[in-house]
């Protein structure tokens, strides 16, 4: 069965930090690029990160509302990407959502028009929530 599968969230205190997992099966990660997408309540789904395929040299992208606190970072050998996020806030509060695609969308020159919240993508996991509360 072809499919993604996120976990890992859960309900942190603000500071706290948090690891999310996005495990694939039925096709290899490493020729994929891999997107985390949030939606909060009464919002757009917004990317947050993203990582380009393997072959590729390119440094991953994060939205500036999360650089310097989150770490995406692919293991190939066990078919996962991970998102780390530290030093939470109530804002990030949302159901994170990891996206596969064999179209490196991620690059320099591709992600300002395919790494959009609105994007399809070959294919999405079921979310996990993360909720940031005191």
């Known amino acids: 069965q072809v499919q993604l599968v996120e976990s890992g969230g859960g309900l942190v205190q603000p500071g706290g930090s948090l690891r999310l997992s996005c495990a694939a099966s039925g096709f290899t990660l490493d020729d994929h690029a891999i997107g985390w997408f949030r939606q909060a309540p009464g919002k757009e789904r917004e990317g947050v990160s993203c990582i380009t395929i393997s072959s590729s040299d390119e440094s991953p992208f994060y939205a500036n509302s999360v650089k310097g606190r989150f770490t995406i970072s692919r293991d190939n050998a066990k078919n996962t990407v991970y998102l780390q996020m530290n030093s939470l806030k109530p804002e990030d509060t949302a159901v994170y959502y990891c996206?596969?695609?064999?179209?490196?969308?991620?690059?320099?020159?591709?992600?300002?028009?395919?790494?959009?919240?609105?994007?399809?993508?070959?294919?999405w996991g079921q979310g996990t929530q993360v909720t940031v509360s005191s």
């Open positions: 996206a596969a695609d064999s179209f490196d969308f991620c690059s320099a020159i591709t992600r300002a028009a395919y790494f959009t919240g609105t994007s399809s993508y070959d294919y």
